[in-house]
Structures are given as structure tokens and as C-alpha cells.
């Protein structure tokens, strides 16, 4: 571990393949490429606090954290670290409530044909995708029976 981080501090790992994973936390993020037997620290560039990463590719990837902040690496997080602040001003999104597990509200503030939604489970199970085509959606999820929203 990264001399002064603790466990304490991280909120979310995710691992690309059996050796790559980042970790974030606390305006942190990690990375290893030795199954976790050591870890490097990112320079993210912000100083909120870091509670989600997911990497859909190896080079592909995004962390969120508090006041909205978005975080998005096109290089596999590797040098230049290729951390960008998404706009968060210009394309606003909200979705309510939060917890939930049967409905959610999906708002966003900026529609175009290329608004696609998809909603997995923990466990990668893929239970809503649809078009945006409104500033307002509602979702209704059903993870028992897989997607009924196609």
C-alpha cells in the first residue's frame, strides 16, 4: 500500500484482469498491476472524495465522487495519467432515489440521438438499457427476470 493510505480510505476497487486494479477513496486513486502485491498512486487532480471506479476496457476508465465529480482515463490510467474532469456544468444528470431497487428517475439536462442508458447489477447483469430521448425517464427494474425495459 502507498505510504500513508490505509484501507479505510478506499471506497471502491475494480480490476481490469487478474493482475491490473485500481483502487479510489479519498481524493485518491491507485493502481496495480501486480494482483495488489503493490500499489502506485494516480494523480487525479481533484480534491473531492472518489466512491466508484469501473473500467470497461483495460484503457477505458471512470471514477465518481462527491459535488458530481466525474473522472475519465482513456490510457489505462498509465503516464500521462489521462484523468479529465467530465463537464459536469454543461450536461447535468440526475437520477433518484438512490437507494432503489425496483424504479428509478432518470434526468438529464442535455438530449441528442446519441443518449444511450444502460443499468447493470453488481454482478454485471444487464437490467435496463434504453435511448434517451426525453429529459426525464423512468426506469423500472426488474433483476429477477433479467430486462423487461428493451
Do not use: C
Not at 36 to 55: H, I, M, R
Not at 89 to 104: A, G, L, R
Amino acid at each position: 500500500m502507498s505510504s500513508g493510505i490505509t484501507f479505510s480510505q478506499l471506497k471502491s476497487v475494480f480490476f481490469t484482469d487478474a493482475s491490473t486494479g485500481y483502487a479510489v477513496g479519498s481524493n485518491i486513486i491507485l493502481k496495480t498491476v501486480n494482483a495488489g502485491t503493490t500499489w502506485t498512486a494516480l494523480t487525479s487532480g481533484t480534491s473531492s472524495n472518489l466512491w466508484s471506479v469501473s473500467f470497461p476496457d483495460a484503457d477505458t476508465g471512470y471514477t465518481a465522487g462527491d459535488n458530481g465529480t466525474m473522472l475519465r482515463t482513456i490510457n489505462g490510467g498509465g503516464f500521462p495519467v489521462g484523468l479529465t474532469d467530465l463537464d459536469s456544468k454543461s450536461n447535468t444528470i440526475k437520477i433518484y432515489p438512490n437507494p432503489s431497487s425496483t424504479e428509478i428517475t432518470i434526468e438529464t439536462s442535455s438530449i441528442s440521438t446519441q443518449n444511450h442508458l444502460s443499468i447493470m447489477s453488481l454482478s454485471g447483469q444487464q437490467l435496463f438499457t434504453r435511448q434517451i430521448t426525453e429529459s426525464k425517464t423512468v426506469a423500472t427494474l426488474n433483476p429477477l427476470s433479467g430486462n423487461d425495459n428493451k
